[in-house]
């Protein structure tokens, strides 16, 4: 049961762009999302998070929305530059048990 | 400030072996959970250890055991190793009050033959 859904597993954007990358979750006892990017042989790093108290939390170019009702969530890169070029991983906490839950993630390449 | 540390990087055992993997939290971090990466897929989790103690279990079987040391490291131990145990193993740090954010190590990439 994939509680946590990436359903686009690729996604390819032009530099300079907008970059937006979707997340769908099932659980309703999630309360807590966060994305990571992942480079090749590199461990997932941390991008940013968002509490289900909010639906918008913003970082720099990184901007990452939340819709309860939807049980979806985007994050939005802009501009986006070739560096951002990695696997984007979705994943969702739920209070009193801080396991992550991980989508299948997104690959997403930027064009120069 | 030295962020999460793995060792080995890569590993090669056959069928039946048992392994043992390594993690250095962040600086500063009390708590550490383990979680593995198929190839195509996102990390699952395995455990988490804080105190000493595991905390929370995920979906893994017995073969999957654990340590945490009073310095906060911690080692991932899989016995009777299966091939669908290749895979890669991160190790995430964080602090117990605020589990939800975690940083994760550059991985042990393990090959069962």
């Known amino acids: 049961d994939q509680q946590v859904k990436q359903n686009s597993p690729s996604l390819s954007v032009q530099e300079g762009r907008i970059s937006i990358l979707n997340c769908d979750y099932t659980n309703s006892m999630f309360d807590y999302f966060l994305w990571y990017k992942k480079y090749p042989a590199e461990g997932p790093t941390f991008l940013i998070s968002i509490s289900s108290i909010k639906d918008k939390n913003e970082d720099g170019r990184f901007t990452v929305f939340l819709n309860k009702s939807a049980k979806h969530l985007s994050l939005h890169i802009v501009p986006s530059q070739p560096g951002d070029s990695a696997v984007y991983f979705c994943?969702?906490?739920?209070?009193?048990?801080?396991?992550?839950?991980f989508g299948t993630g997104t690959r997403l390449t930027i064009i120069p | 400030d030295a962020g999460v540390t793995q060792s080995p990087t890569h590993l090669i055992k056959t069928r039946g072996q048992q392994v043992t993997l390594r993690c250095s939290p962040k600086?500063?971090?009390?708590?550490v959970s383990w979680y593995q990466q198929a190839l195509g897929q996102g990390p699952q989790f395995i455990f988490q250890y804080y105190e000493e103690e595991e905390r929370q279990r995920g979906n893994f079987p017995d073969r999957f055991s654990g340590h945490q040391f009073p310095n906060y490291s911690s080692e991932l131990n899989v016995n009777a190793l299966l091939l669908g145990d290749s895979a890669l193993y991160l190790c995430?740090?964080?602090?117990?009050?605020?589990?939800?954010?975690?940083?994760f190590g550059p991985g042990t990439r393990l090959l069962v033959l």
């Open positions: 600086s500063g971090h009390d708590t």
């Open positions: 994943a969702a906490s739920a209070f009193g048990n801080e396991k992550l839950t």
């Open positions: 995430a740090s964080s602090l117990w009050t605020s589990a939800e954010t975690q940083y």
